[in-house]
Every structure is written in C-alpha cells, then in structure tokens.
C-alpha cells in the first residue's frame, strides 16, 4: 500500500512539472537534447527483440547532439550476462527529427515528442531480413538528484509479469507512469 501511494505522489509531482506548452513535437533544437537521460518504458511489436537479452533491449545513459546533426546514444546493453556500455552514432536525414543507424538491419529513429527537461520519446524502425520491428521508448531526465539508485522495479510485484504500466490521462497524449523497469548497473 505505501508503494502505490508513493507512486501516486511520485506521479503527482511530475504532472505538477509537466508544462503542456513547453511539449514539442516539430522544429525539434537538438542542442536542448544534449545531456543524460534514463530509460523508463520500451515497447515493441516484437517483444522477443526487448525482452531480456533481445537485441534491441538497451539502457539509455547520454544523448549528444553532434556538430554535423547527427545524435550519439550511449547506452548499457547486456552481452552475454555482462552489462556493457555502448556509443552508437545516427545519422541525420532530411527529415525532422528523424535519424538513421545500420544496426542488426536498417534503423530510422524519430524523436516523437519532448520538453526537453522532463522526458523524450523516440520511434525506432528496423527492418531486419524483411522483418519490420517498430519499438517505442520513453526517457526521462534526472531531477531532483533522482538517478537510477533511487528507481524501483514494480514490475512484477503488483500487476504480474508486465514491464512497466501507463494509465491514460486527459489530455490524452499524456501518461502517468507507474513502473520503471532497470538493469542493476
């Protein structure tokens, strides 16, 4: 019980902070992108590729914006039982937003929607042996001095074997979060 009710004011104090105007979706500055960023929620159409192990399963850290456009990820990815750190560069395009990257086939990231201070969600599509894979990953910026030593799994104590569990709120293009899923690093 004092889990959820600290997820509720764990939410609650994030909406307070959440300015609607501040939400870009378009005209993206990348440069504002720049810094370090925690994963918080992943979905795929393919969920063997996010799962434990899959080859899309990575653990955001930093975000760099590169003089040429382009983006530079590090992320913690699991090899073997082994957590390693990773930098993978994408390359802009003439789109909006929208990178590219060769990494098990033929990637296109999407920045969808951001404020910049809060949180950042990208779109990835990769196209492997003909194979489309669409995954959806939600990033949230340090705050408070809140880092991942101060997240805890929910996943599997209160709503079974899910990962992580959004609830829709009005507007609706805006989700509270409720469970936060982690390597221990």
């Not at 080859?55 to 930093?62: A, E, G, H, P, Q």
């Not at 590169?66 to 990773?86: I, N, W």
Request: glycine letters at 6%; aromatic letters at 10%.
């Amino acid at each position: 019980m004092a889990l959820l009710l600290l997820s509720l004011g764990l939410s609650l104090v994030s909406a307070q902070e959440l300015n609607p105007r501040a939400i870009v979706r378009r005209s993206y500055d990348m440069a504002r992108v720049s810094g370090v960023w925690y994963s918080v929620s992943i979905a795929s159409d393919d969920m063997k590729r996010i799962e434990e192990n899959g080859d899309l399963r990575v653990f955001i850290r930093n975000i760099e914006s590169l003089k040429d456009g382009g983006l530079r990820f590090h992320f913690l990815f699991m090899v073997h039982g082994e957590c390693v750190q990773v930098a993978m560069v994408c390359e802009r395009t003439e789109k909006d937003g929208e990178y590219t990257v060769n990494y098990e086939g033929d990637n296109k990231v999407l920045l969808l929607e951001t404020d910049y201070k809060l949180y950042i969600t990208f779109h990835l599509r990769n196209i492997r042996n003909g194979t489309d894979t669409n995954v959806l990953a939600l990033y949230v910026c340090r705050k408070y001095g809140l880092g991942p030593q101060n997240i805890i799994s929910l996943s599997n104590q209160i709503w079974g074997h899910n990962d992580f569990y959004l609830e829709e709120v009005q507007p609706k293009s805006y989700l509270i979060l409720y469970m936060i899923n982690q390597y221990n690093t």
